[in-house]
């Protein structure tokens, strides 16, 4: 094996792996941080090793039995571990090292590492970008982008996040059920923020994002069986579906990025679209109306364009206007702003738009998008031409920001 398919195999164990590894090791060393150190550890023997011999039939364990290895190495070496090193040392894979690697099992701790960064001793702030890291395998650049801080900062306060786990002593076991709910708007929030970074991806280039949707979808169907009468929990789930089920048709053959109103429905998901609608109707059955059962409700007004062929705008401003009173994010914001333009005229669509903070505003691309598309259509060239720019120079995605050029050219006319 040549080093390079050396490092594809352990790249892709690291894809498949992390969250569930990090998850188990942390259970037992209660130390967050030393089980990242040790899996890191871990995936550089793989590269070393690996590349001398084939890969091993079970990557996963191998990486977990080296990396627990890693782990009571330290423990022995610092000697201010003891706890945590009989741990290690009582656990189950202790005295497995006779068995073929591909028999070691392990269970799945992740939905149990996302409630204890959702601890209350946590700075609530730090939830999501903590499981964000710890369960997910995201980095402190990755991280920082999407709250809008310096990358240097964020890891500053994900290593000071992680010791306050270890120096409490914070415990690594799912919350008593009057606790549950106290946590669960991080742990959705974290699941969703998971979900999106991968959506973001529309080219296909990282397959590691399509991988982040797939877990965050498995991670809420977790946390709906665990709390099956959890409204808002089945609300995300239907939210993601209904998301996923048209994932095929938001680039053509060539890959170019198609917005969700020019899309062709016949290759949107049927069975996922349908999955959705049984969940968000049985989130509606508990008559507690939260963030994510209103985002659901929008994506399916979209969804019916399978049947009627036509969008609700009257509906979709309806419920963007309930969404805003639940939660005005910008997001929302600007998705209402544009249904008034599709319901009102475009002249009051961006009336509303610009009603918003420059400085809110000034970095968040979809805004401009909408900006840029409302100016065209109603033939303001020069400004328009600007708000492209904007948003062109804030697209980080090849495919939408080709789009956006396309979309530009008859300006410079």
């Excluded at 690996?50 to 022995?76: C, F, G, K, Q, Y």
């Excluded at 069986?225 to 053959?253: F, H, N, S, T, V």
């Excluded at 999955?275 to 994510?292: I, K, N, P, W």
């Excluded at 639940?326 to 009102?344: F, M």
């Amino acid at each position: 094996m040549t080093r390079m398919e050396a490092r594809q195999a352990a790249e892709l164990a690291a894809r498949n792996s992390y969250g569930r590894l990090v998850a188990y090791l942390a259970a037992r060393s209660q130390d967050i941080a030393a089980a990242e150190d040790a899996l890191g550890d871990a995936f550089l023997a793989a590269l070393k090793t690996w590349s001398d011999s084939n890969i091993p039939e079970n990557p996963e364990a191998w990486l977990l039995v080296t990396a627990r290895h890693r782990l009571i190495d330290t423990a022995r070496r610092s000697q201010v571990q003891n706890r945590a090193f009989h741990v290690l040392k009582e656990s189950v894979l202790e005295g497995q090292s006779d068995l073929a690697l591909e028999d070691v099992a392990f269970p799945d701790n992740r939905l149990k590492l996302l409630f204890v960064c959702a601890h209350p001793a946590i700075d609530g702030s730090l939830h999501t970008p903590l499981m964000l890291q710890t369960v997910l395998g995201l980095n402190a650049v990755q991280i920082a982008s999407a709250f809008l801080v310096a990358p240097a900062t964020m890891s500053q306060r994900l290593v000071r996040a992680k010791a306050k786990i270890r120096d409490a002593g914070i415990a690594f076991e799912l919350p008593t059920a009057e606790d549950l709910p106290l946590r669960l708007s991080a742990v959705l929030e974290a699941i969703y923020a998971a979900y999106t970074t991968g959506w973001e991806t529309v080219t296909g280039s990282d397959p590691r994002s399509r991988g982040l949707t797939v877990e965050a979808i498995w991670l809420v169907r977790l946390y709906v069986q665990l709390m099956p009468e959890e409204p808002e929990a089945r609300g995300l789930l239907a939210l993601m579906l209904y998301c996923e089920a048209r994932r095929d048709a938001r680039r053509d053959a060539a890959g170019a990025y198609v917005p969700l109103l020019q899309q062709d429905t016949t290759l949107w998901s049927q069975p996922m679209i349908d999955e959705a609608e049984r969940e968000l109707a049985h989130a509606a059955t508990f008559q507690q109306l939260g963030r994510f059962q209103l985002e659901a409700a929008i994506q399916s007004i979209h969804a019916q364009r399978i049947v009627t062929q036509q969008i609700d705008w009257q509906a979709l401003a309806l419920l963007y206007e309930g969404l805003i009173q639940l939660s005005p994010t910008l997001g929302a914001l600007v998705s209402h702003a544009a249904a008034i333009a599709e319901t009102q005229g475009l002249d009051q669509g961006l009336r509303l738009l610009e009603t918003l903070p420059a400085e809110d505003v000034k970095s968040y691309q979809p805004y401009w998008a909408l900006k840029a598309h409302l100016l065209k259509q109603l033939g303001d060239k020069s400004t328009a031409r600007q708000a492209y720019s904007q948003a062109i120079g804030l697209t980080e995605d090849s495919a939408i920001r080709d789009f956006l050029l396309h979309q530009s050219l008859p300006l410079n006319d």
